[in-house]
């Protein structure tokens, strides 16, 4: 389990760095950069809640000794 959410958390690192380089930075808001900007965000989500997965395995293992 904790190799598979560390490679969950590269591959959404991955996908933020992937939709940084599509984001047209002339005009952010622009459609296609839009989806980009939206997809940053998801990605950045994600590794949020996996690190906040991490964490709390953590806090559990250390109450449960």
Sequence with gaps: MKILMRILMILSLGMVIFNLTQV???D???EKSS????GIMAALCAFLLLLLLMMSKKISKKLNR
């Design 24 to 26: 047209n930075w002339d």
């Design 35 to 38: 989806i980009a900007v939206v």
């Design 28 to 30: 952010p808001l622009s």
